[in-house]
């Protein structure tokens, strides 16, 4: 295999915005998974999608666009999951539709040719920039970073958010906060992976952790991990068959989903027992 | 008995169209251990969530521990009120262990940015051993029976090192002996650690003999109050629950049969 193509810095770039992106998106991906939210993630990216078009149609910056609808979408929908409501779905379905029927508005609204606006529906990773990357990599930095930090009050949160109020912990803002980072993190990735494609690399790396340990902290380990691994292993194939990389990023974390959920020790009912899949914490 | 550490004062508290509450008071002092009954909607949870501030009150006050709950000072408060909230089915996936579950206790009390010590592990093995879990410590928490849930609940209560012990029916959906076996661990809990209770159960069975206090609730107010032995009198309960004598008579001898 030719490998000369590592030397050039788009593909640098594109490498470095999924190991960033990939990390990012998994890590938010654990809390959509254990609070058990994702149909909120999926809301929230269409509204990033509709967001950024709008920005292209009356020309401002798109990233702009997309954070603040993104926000927007999660000012409505966090009430709802903060009141534990029993049936949001219905409300979520409403505003993911007019989110997507916004973002088609917004295209037909667009003069002129419609190239940008579909690259960022289907992601272009090789064409990400050095500043992509460095948004990319502040976004990945805090959001790892206030999980380091915030560690103990996210597990409690994520196992229940009265226990968590109960025992003095503000699990309304440890929600609020997991959205807003939610709606930075799809920001950052909408170019890359694209408005339709972004949540797959959201959900799919996390969903297959959960299949593989009973540790919170090895789940968000795994998950970055097949996050990283999705991305380099889809923009090989994209590269390699010249398609496009969203695509690509986004079947291999199925893929990955897949396999973990045929693996997965948690599907037989003994399974756990033989095997020590707890940190010891002695 | 002991200073009050609990006093309600005219509370009355909604949710949406709903009223909870209709302007209830009480008072319990250090060391109480109150038995809450009553039928479904009464109130009884609503009145144990006002008390660790988590229920808002439309009108009325709460002092609890020597300080009137306001919207500001809930978070500190509740580090000193240990809550056993209803049972809730735990994802079996979810990913961790009963010992983590338990150190959750510990997290208001050791504020932002501090890890759990060697001593807040300490006190978690000291705890799950009192509720009869140690050997299930590296268990994950959604393999757990109902009954070994409760445990680990309590557990974690404790681990909080409250001053006040709210349950709210700890017992419900388990079978006769794990509900008998609950009741004596929270009595037992209370008197060695001196702690103040209160018990919200649907369970008339066992726990008279565990209160000191009951109080009587029905359609958000306090409907009686007083010593086990006056207030739960056949006639008492048929009112309560709207249900002919008769019928409480036959419930009740039930449950005596059923604890032989």
């Known amino acids: 295999m030719d490998l000369s193509i590592f030397g050039y810095q788009f593909m640098q770039n594109a490498i470095l915005s999924t190991f960033l992106g990939g990390i990012a998106c998994a890590t938010i991906g654990v809390f959509v998974v254990l609070m058990h939210m994702p149909f909120i993630g999926v809301a929230m990216s269409h509204a990033a999608f509709a967001g950024a078009l709008l920005g292209l149609w009356l020309g401002f910056s798109p990233m702009i666009g997309a954070f603040a609808l993104s926000l927007a979408a999660a000012a409505i929908i966090g009430p709802l999951a903060d009141r534990g409501e029993l049936s949001p779905e219905t409300s979520l379905g409403v505003i993911f539709s007019l989110m997507l029927g916004l973002a088609f508005l917004f295209m037909g609204l667009m003069p002129g040719t419609k190239s940008s606006a579909l690259e960022l529906l289907w992601g272009s990773i090789l064409t990400n920039t050095r500043s992509d990357v460095i948004f990319l990599g502040i976004v990945a930095s805090v959001v790892v970073g206030l999980v380091l930090a915030f560690y103990k009050e996210i597990q409690a949160t994520i196992f229940h958010r009265d226990m968590a109020r109960s025992v003095g912990i503000s699990a309304t803002l440890i929600l609020y906060g997991v959205l807003f980072l939610t709606g930075a993190t799809i920001t950052v990735s909408l170019r890359s992976i694209g408005g339709l494609l972004i949540f797959s690399l959201i959900l799919n790396p996390a969903a297959a952790a959960y299949q593989l340990t009973y540790s919170m902290k090895r789940m968000f380990l795994l998950a970055a991990g097949f996050g990283v691994l999705s991305g380099w292993i889809g923009l090989l194939f994209s590269y390699l068959f010249n398609i496009p990389s969203g695509a690509t990023i986004v079947v291999t974390s199925s893929v990955i989903f897949l396999l973990a959920t045929i693996f997965s020790p948690k599907r037989k009912v003994k399974g756990w027992r033989g095997k020590p899949l707890l940190e010891g914490q002695k | 008995m002991g200073a009050t550490v609990i006093k309600i004062e005219n509370a009355v508290v909604a949710y949406r169209e709903d009223v909870a509450l209709r302007g209830v008071s009480l008072e319990v002092k250090s060391?109480?251990?109150?038995?809450?009954?009553?039928?479904?909607?009464?109130?009884?949870?609503?009145?144990?969530?006002?008390?660790?501030?988590?229920?808002?009150?439309?009108?009325?006050?709460?002092?609890?521990?020597?300080?009137?709950?306001?919207?500001?000072?809930?978070?500190?408060?509740?580090?000193?009120?240990?809550?056993?909230?209803?049972?809730?089915?735990?994802?079996?996936?979810?990913?961790?262990?009963?010992?983590?579950?338990?150190?959750?206790?510990?997290?208001?009390?050791?504020?932002?940015?501090?890890?759990?010590?060697?001593?807040?592990?300490?006190?978690?093995?000291?705890?799950?051993?009192?509720?009869?879990?140690?050997?299930?410590?590296?268990?994950?928490?959604?393999h757990l029976s109902g009954g070994e849930q409760q445990r680990v609940a309590i557990a974690r209560c404790l681990a909080q090192e409250p001053e006040i012990f709210l349950l709210d029916e700890p017992t419900a959906s388990l079978d006769w002996k794990a509900q008998s076996g609950i009741i004596e661990l929270v009595r037992q809990i209370h008197d060695s650690r001196y702690l103040t209770t209160l018990f919200v159960t649907h369970d008339l069975s066992a726990l008279p003999l565990a209160c000191d206090r009951m109080v009587l609730m029905k359609q958000g107010l306090i409907w009686g109050e007083g010593s086990p032995s006056e207030l739960l009198t056949d006639e008492n309960l048929s009112q309560l629950y709207d249900m002919p004598i008769s019928e409480v008579k036959r419930r009740r001898e039930e449950v005596t049969l059923a604890e032989l």
């Open chain 2, 31 to 142: 060391g109480d251990f109150v038995g809450i009954i009553g039928p479904n909607g009464a109130g009884k949870t609503t009145l144990l969530t006002i008390v660790n501030g988590l229920g808002r009150l439309l009108s009325g006050r709460v002092w609890v521990l020597g300080n009137y709950l306001t919207a500001g000072n809930g978070h500190s408060l509740r580090k000193k009120v240990g809550y056993v909230p209803q049972v809730e089915r735990i994802d079996p996936r979810m990913p961790m262990s009963v010992r983590e579950v338990v150190m959750i206790g510990r997290y208001g009390l050791l504020g932002l940015f501090r890890r759990p010590g060697k001593h807040d592990w300490e006190i978690v093995d000291e705890v799950l051993e009192l509720v009869g879990m140690s050997h299930l410590t590296q268990r994950p928490i959604g």
